[in-house]
């Protein structure tokens, strides 16, 4: 079953923060842009719970080159205070933003440092996104952040990957892992570089079980360029687990990771077969004795699908992903499939648009925010926040 929900051009033109206010009526629905400046892509959103949504993306400053911004909204999306950028005169980029306990925000970006190598920025803020915490972590060579999650104990945990000759390798990408405390000090005394030394490893997202042990997925290349999606489980300080494939005709990457249980999980991401057409697969994969299992595997939509984020509940998962349609536009897909991965329902968001999703999030009412980016062209490219209904729909 498929609903179809189409954003006219108008309301791509009028939906600007600055312009167009949401009513208290439609809280439970709304679409809004952003546009502080005239390149603006969003990369993550989260629910500030019963007071409104902090969207985190990047911007493109004539005088600055990138930087982070963070946006403020009340509960219809209205931005509730000036945008905060982050940033020194090189190039900063977001990744992902966390709502931590004290109403404060974890930041996690991209930088560059000298010698024109990646880095790691993080930030910890306080409610209103002044900067009380601010680091940079860099390696030898190029560290690419993707992830970031906090424990009970405030403490931050980033996945991505970095460059490095590990075992002596030729140059190649590890799964990269780092632990900080509170204040944003290493609790290790060394970053962690996982993976095979002839493959290209990254770690795209994480989660954390209750015993403080660590689940990372991702990708992994081998040297014949087939990509497959992989599982690893580490103990607390990011040593020890085997690093996991998933066997799979289709090339594989892992985007995101939910647990089901300690040796249960479900991942979602991308399949491309040998036509080099693309579809959002998820897969549940469980621990066994002698390493880790398919329980059950399906791919979602036709085809030029990208598999973004997946999210469970007590009933249902539920995925978003950005297809492409005719041209060069894109949409946004929720997907809704029964705990098995069946029954799936679709709810497009932006047919006739190029809307695109970076990530989303179940709501207190039980509804979806997502994040994104509504492009127009190179040089003219809005932040989108989506909020949809319990059922998935806009309208």
Not at 27 to 49: Q, R
Not at 156 to 179: E, H, M, Q
Request: net charge negative.
């Amino acid at each position: 079953m498929s609903r179809t929900l189409t954003i006219f051009i108008w309301l791509v033109l009028l939906a600007s923060c600055d312009k167009m206010d949401i009513s208290p009526a439609q809280a439970d629905s709304f679409i809004k842009f952003y546009n502080t400046f005239p390149v603006f892509t969003g990369s993550d959103v989260k629910e500030i719970p019963g007071k409104g949504y902090v969207a985190l993306g990047t911007v493109i400053s004539t005088t600055e080159g990138k930087q982070i911004c963070l946006i403020r909204t009340d509960l219809y999306g209205n931005s509730i205070d000036s945008a905060r950028y982050y940033g020194t005169p090189l190039d900063e980029e977001a990744c992902c933003i966390q709502v931590l306990n004290d109403d404060g925000f974890a930041i996690l970006g991209q930088t560059t440092v000298a010698g024109n190598k990646k880095a790691v920025y993080f930030l910890r803020t306080d409610s209103i996104g002044n900067i009380m915490v601010e680091r940079t972590f860099s390696g030898a060579y190029d560290i690419v952040p993707k992830n970031l999650k906090v424990d009970a104990k405030g403490w931050f945990y980033i996945v991505g990957y970095g460059l490095s000759t590990k075992g002596g390798a030729p140059l190649n990408k590890d799964i990269w892992l780092y632990a900080l405390d509170q204040q944003g000090e290493p609790v290790w005394a060394d970053q962690r570089y996982i993976g095979f030394s002839a493959n290209d490893d990254e770690g795209n997202d994480l989660q954390l079980l209750p015993d403080g042990r660590i689940v990372i997925t991702g990708s992994t290349t081998n040297p014949e360029k087939k990509m497959h999606a992989f599982l690893l489980r580490t103990g607390s300080t990011g040593f020890g687990g085997s690093l996991f494939t998933i066997d799979s005709p289709d090339d594989e990457t892992a985007s995101s990771i939910e647990i089901v249980d300690e040796n249960t999980f479900i991942i979602c991401g991308t399949a491309i077969n040998l036509s080099s057409s693309s579809r959002v697969m998820m897969k549940k994969i469980m621990y066994s004795s002698t390493g880790v299992e398919k329980l059950w595997g399906n791919t979602y939509g036709e085809k030029n699908g990208i598999g973004v984020c997946v999210v469970l509940d007590e009933n249902n998962l539920h995925l978003i992903s950005t297809t492409a349609s005719t041209g060069i536009n894109t949409t946004i897909t929720l997907i809704t499939t029964d705990l098995d991965g069946e029954n799936a329902v679709y709810s497009e968001i932006g047919e006739g648009t190029q809307l695109s999703a970076s990530s989303f999030e179940k709501t207190a009412d039980n509804g979806f925010i997502i994040t994104g980016t509504n492009k127009h062209s190179d040089i003219d490219q809005s932040m989108a926040l989506i909020k949809l209904k319990s059922n998935g729909s806009l309208w």
